[in-house]
């Protein structure tokens, strides 16, 4: 067996090639996950045909789809940008409630429940967004609209009542923003 002295390696590697001009610069989010997941429905329902361009365009370069796809991807970014920036605007005491909830709770969504209803009412009838679970079943109250929580630390109090946006898919003040 040959013997070598190992070598390690703890140096962070930077890559400092200039993007090419036809990729759009965008500024990153700059969030931490508990406003990410907070909001992440939400961004969900605005930009979903953006994340639908993206997912494409990653699936018809696999492997190799990183710089192909580029461009898509800062499109969602600044979609992404834009629903919380549209948030902070206009339902900031809600948001921040939601997201230092899941902070301390260990992103366990259950606990923060009844800063979530507020933070849908808020975003709903600010924006015009609402929280939609892809593939709920329709005979099934979807698990974030439930009262009693199986796992919470604390019951939900009676007085809190979730938030059920009408079925008829208008929203009040739809603001979006462009991308």
Not at 142 to 148: E, I, N, T, W
């Amino acid at each position: 067996m040959a013997t070598r002295i190992p070598q390690f390696n703890q140096q962070v590697l930077y890559d400092t090639t200039p993007l090419p001009d036809s990729i759009p610069k965008v500024k990153e989010l700059g969030a931490s996950s508990a406003p990410l997941m907070s909001a992440a429905f939400f961004i969900g329902a605005r930009c979903r045909d953006y994340n639908d361009d993206f997912m494409q365009c990653k699936n018809e370069n696999p492997g190799k789809g990183e710089f192909e796809c580029l461009k898509e991807g800062r499109r969602v970014t600044r979609c992404a940008r834009s629903v919380i920036a549209d948030i902070n605007k206009s339902c900031l005491e809600e948001f921040r409630k939601h997201w230092s909830c899941l902070e301390d709770n260990n992103q366990q969504l259950w606990q923060c429940r009844p800063a979530e209803w507020k933070l849908n009412k808020c975003v709903f009838e600010n924006l015009g967004l609402k929280k939609d679970i892809p593939d709920q079943p329709p005979n099934v109250t979807p698990v974030h609209l439930r009262k009693q929580m199986i796992y919470a630390h604390w019951p939900i109090p009676r007085s809190a009542e979730p938030f059920i946006p009408p079925t008829d898919n208008k929203a009040p003040a739809a603001s979006s923003s462009s991308s």
